[in-house]
């Protein structure tokens, strides 16, 4: 039972090169999403998508791009990393985003980006 | 616009006593309310959520949490703390804008239990 995989789980990068953070899970939801945890301010929508084939920005998308081209995969890009995006970053999965769902959130192990 | 406050960032609890950590909340409409727990270096994981109906929730590893509209409040309790519920706990609501499942997570607390 694998839920939510992320690779990398560690990744220490040179300021202005690309990055890709890879997100993949096998429960089959249809919405996805990619945080990112700093201390003191909890955890903060960069984009989400909710179903295959759509993506919306969040709270703080400036700097990555999302793409979702099947339902079981949700990579985050870096297109030319800055210091200030140096931080843990979260992928999460859950059911349809609807009226009716409840909305409990599915997270992966985390993916730390340190950038010089 | 919909917010989470958890006022302390950290609360330090005897093992076997009562542990309370809080969380106030401002949203639009019925709120959708939710607690999660992160282990060091781990993901977050689901604990207990409020939706509708009795205002005390029980949750996962014996917690629980008790909603209170006219405080906006949604703290969890738990009975008697344990050493190994020491982590970071994270208060969130749903968001209604653009997607139902947006959660808006507060800045989180952590749990420090002592033996």
Not at chain 1, 38 to 46: K, P, Q, S, T
Not at chain 1, 51 to 73: F, H, I, L, M, Q
Not at chain 2, 79 to 84: G, I, R, T
Request: proline share 4%; net charge neutral; aromatic share 12%.
């Amino acid at each position: 039972i694998a839920g939510i995989t992320q690779a990398p789980t560690s990744q220490i990068l040179a300021a202005g090169r690309r990055m890709t953070l890879r997100c993949t899970q096998d429960m089959r939801h249809n919405a996805m999403y990619w945080y990112r945890q700093d201390l003191g301010l909890g955890l903060r929508l960069i984009h989400y998508s909710n179903t295959a084939g759509t993506t919306g920005k969040g709270e703080v998308p400036d700097g990555y791009s999302v793409s979702r081209a099947n339902t079981d995969d949700f990579p985050l890009t870096l297109a030319s990393a800055v210091p200030s995006q140096t931080s843990v970053y979260f992928c999460a999965s859950s059911d349809s985003a609807s009226e009716g769902n409840t909305g409990e959130l599915f997270f992966g192990e985390g993916s730390r980006l340190t950038v010089l | 616009a919909q917010s989470v406050a958890q006022p302390e960032d950290q609360v330090n609890v005897a093992e076997g006593n009562p542990l309370t950590v809080k969380c106030t909340y401002s949203v639009s409409g019925n709120p959708y309310l939710f607690w999660y727990v992160q282990y060091p270096n781990r993901g977050l994981q689901f604990l207990l959520k409020y939706i509708t109906g009795d205002n005390l929730v029980k949750g996962s590893y014996g917690f629980e949490a008790e909603f209170n509209k006219s405080q906006t409040s949604f703290h969890l309790k738990k009975p008697s703390a344990l050493v190994s519920d020491s982590a970071l706990y994270f208060c969130a609501v749903r968001g209604v804008s653009g997607g139902y499942n947006k959660l808006i997570f507060g800045a989180g607390t952590r749990l420090a239990v002592h033996p």
